[in-house]
């Protein structure tokens, strides 16, 4: 909505009647004559020019899944233009007017489907009741294409241009008489559409949150205690005023929230380097009498030496777990264990603010907005209403910048300073103030029958508490997590730990370990049977089921997982024969609501060093929106997954993460990325995310085929503890 137009009584009654449904759209702006002529706003997402070009609002955050350009082709889709037409605008960050607006999850394209096709086809109702008025004929009588109402019978024709400002005086229809688009009718949902952000970074223009600039900005630097949760002691503050380009420095006491605004030194100055050169003469004496302390080797030992008794908690029981092992033709037991990890996006945290009059503005790579508004809010004492974000394109973020801690040390260094200023983080700060992925263990056992199948099943998982209490973000088994729904007798328990090291939300999250330590144990079970994988795989998804009713998505369907899994099996040509030395392995994973198999074919050489040669994806997430933007997602996630299990672990001693840059946490280089075959199921299932469901199979893909190659059962993330390379 346009903050400087006003709206008419009728004008908000529609408005207030449609929010009021939980939709955000449909609030009719009455403009001037003259601005209407050029310009009409229809409702929240979609404006019309007068030389019929088509304005369309991305409502949530771009941080290269793709939503930029997907969320805006379903408003397309339903408003009937071309995509040639269409200009997208990141709209502006107002619950109100949009709902809920975030990056997380894969939940986008979820949660927004029925909102925005109901969004493209209420205005283009509203338009071709324009076209019928005039014309003094029936809305049937009336089509549209690209961009055009079209009335056959009389060959008469007008653009959404030529009719928008009087379809802007029209009541909005009612949402039970708009007629959606079949798939059948689809033009652009499921074509490959480049993003609409390509040409600006393919030419450097400024997107990111770190390009942002102000009228007389200075730039900062926040030092905080490298163990969370110390405090400036001491410090030679005065000193580092006097050096050249230094405009300030000052300590900040924090608010007690580590999401937040913890203790530590800015400093100001004319230009990043003046800032970054400053922060090196700095000395500092911490109080870390309640810093962090945690030591990750003592936690692995501990983890270790508890892993076969039953854990603290008992997150579900069905059957009698002891008695069926006790049976059991044969059992087997294993210990998985996965680190911490960083996210390490390639864009370090940064936030551009000024804070003048009792109010904030922010220019802010953020994934979670809305909720950086309250966290700022209660940095600074004022009201969320005082603060503003505006969205930039965000550099990578895979979870990291839904902590907006970035922002609110950059709104609480403009406050104390009255300057407008961009708070630019190092690598190493990213690195060291990260919301990390939780480590896990699993202590697994389970039991087969004669005939090969699981009849028992027992994961005592243990991984941390930051409260005492309840998991970490990232950090909870879900009750049930396959493979339990599938088995008769199973066990499922729990033991956590407690952490002073924030942690967060990692692509995937909780995904991303447990599926590594489950599918790879499947996969030690079928070698145990002497079974095909794929086989025993297909058996556990032959008691089908199909979830139905409202949460039916978040409950795995057999008969979906079971498809995936055999046409990643088809389209690898799983069975085959293959050169010498080269093997393959499978693993399926159902997460954020997608169903992902995929089959990774390698082989090794005398010195441990991998070849991936080829991962084979098969997906089912419902209908693709934008398939050149699904399929770079997946291939992402591969590479992710990849990268993260070859050599990526965060190490902490004293409280202190050990890592410091990318030379210590190697990120996979291009020559070692395998090809990525994509296939999708095109099901008639509600969409939903690819940007994360793709990840958790890769791991186990990977070690199932590395032990058919090697004979090595890799049970520890990552390989380069057991001298693999890649």
């Not at 006790?326 to 998985?336: H, V």
């Not at 297909?538 to 139905?548: I, K």
């Not at 210590?664 to 940007?691: C, D, K, W």
């Amino acid at each position: 909505m346009n903050a400087k137009a006003g709206l008419s009584r009728r004008g908000l009654i529609k408005l207030m009647a449609v929010t009021g449904g939980g939709l955000s759209l449909g609030f009719h702006l009455q403009l001037g004559a003259k601005t209407a002529a050029a310009s009409v706003e229809l409702n929240a997402y979609i404006q019309v020019l007068a030389d019929n070009r088509i304005i369309i609002a991305a409502k949530n955050p771009e941080i290269g899944q793709g939503v930029k350009t997907s969320l805006p082709m379903i408003v397309a889709e339903e408003l009937d233009v071309d995509w040639q037409q269409v200009e997208v605008v990141q709209a502006a960050i107002n619950e109100a007017s949009y709902g809920p607006q975030f990056a997380g999850g894969s939940r986008s394209v979820a949660m927004n489907w029925d909102v925005l096709r109901q969004a493209g086809a209420t205005a283009k109702a509203m338009l071709v009741q324009a076209a019928a008025q005039q014309w003094q004929v029936t809305t049937a009588s009336c089509s549209t294409q690209a961009g055009r109402v079209l009335h056959s019978a009389s060959g008469r024709s007008l653009s959404y241009g030529e009719l928008a400002t009087a379809a802007a005086q029209l009541p909005l229809p009612a949402a039970d008489s708009l007629v959606l688009k079949s798939p059948q009718q689809y033009k652009l949902i499921g074509q490959r559409i480049g993003g609409v952000d390509n040409h600006a970074l393919v030419t450097g223009q400024p997107l990111f949150g770190i390009d942002q600039t102000l009228p007389g900005m200075k730039y900062a630097v926040y030092v905080k205690c490298p163990a969370r949760g110390g405090s400036v002691a001491h410090s030679n503050i005065a000193q580092v005023k006097q050096l050249a380009g230094v405009v300030d420095a000052f300590v900040l006491a924090g608010n007690g929230d580590v999401g937040q605004l913890l203790p530590g030194i800015a400093i100001i100055a004319d230009s990043t380097w003046a800032a970054f050169s400053a922060r090196k003469q700095l000395q500092v004496t911490w109080d870390e009498s309640k810093a962090a302390k945690d030591d990750w080797q003592q936690q692995r030992s501990r983890a270790l030496a508890i892993s076969q008794q039953q854990g603290e908690a008992l997150l579900t029981q069905h059957g009698d777990v002891a008695a069926s092992l006790a049976k059991a033709d044969k059992t087997l037991s294993a210990f998985y264990a996965y680190p911490f990890l960083a996210h390490a996006p390639l864009e370090p945290q940064n936030c551009s603010a000024i804070v003048k009059d009792g109010r904030c503005e922010l220019w802010a790579p953020t994934q979670t907005p809305q909720y950086a508004l309250g966290a700022v809010a209660n940095t600074l004492g004022i009201e969320a209403k005082a603060v503003t974000v505006h969205q930039t394109r965000i550099g990578g973020g895979f979870g990291r910048r839904l902590m907006n801690d970035y922002c609110c040390e950059a709104a609480a260094i403009a406050q104390h300073s009255g300057l407008p200023i961009k708070l630019q983080w190092s690598r190493e700060d990213d690195m060291a103030f990260d919301f990390y992925r939780p480590a896990g263990f699993h202590s697994l056992q389970a039991g087969l029958d004669k005939q090969g199948r699981i009849m028992a099943w027992d994961d005592h998982f243990i991984t941390y508490t930051e409260d005492g209490k309840t998991p970490t973000r990232g950090a909870g088994l879900n009750s049930n997590e396959f493979p339990a729904p599938l088995i008769k007798h199973v066990r499922l328990s729990q033991t956590l730990f407690d952490t002073g090291i924030p942690c967060g939300w990692w692509r995937a999250p909780g995904s991303n370990g447990i599926a590594f330590a489950i599918q790879s144990f499947i996969h030690e079970l079928a070698h145990a049977a002497g079974r095909d994988h794929l086989e025993l795989l297909l058996e556990l998804m032959s008691q089908p089921t199909r979830p139905a009713g409202e949460g039916a998505g978040q409950v795995l369907d057999t008969a979906r997982a079971a498809a995936v899994i055999k046409l990643a099996a088809q389209k690898a040509g799983w069975g085959k024969k293959l050169p010498k030395g080269r093997a393959q392995g499978l693993a399926f994973h159902f997460s954020h609501s997608g169903y992902f198999a995929e089959v990774a074919e390698l082989s090794v050489d005398d010195d441990k060093k991998i070849q991936l040669h080829k991962v084979t994806v098969a997906g089912d997430i419902g209908p693709i929106i934008n398939m050149s933007g699904a399929e770079n997602q997946v291939q992402g996630s591969v590479i992710d997954g990849y990268s993260t299990m070859a050599a990526l672990a965060v190490d902490i001693k004293a409280g202190r993460v050990q890592e410091s840059n990318y030379h210590q946490y190697p990120l996979l280089r291009m020559p070692s990325s395998p090809e990525v075959a994509v296939h999708f199921i095109q099901s008639n299932n509600p969409p939903t995310g690819v940007g994360e469901p793709a990840l958790p199979p890769l791991a186990a893909a990977v070690c199932n085929a590395l032990f058919t190659a090697t004979g090595v059962r890799v049970r520890e993330l990552p390989l380069s503890l057991a001298g693999f390379t890649v």
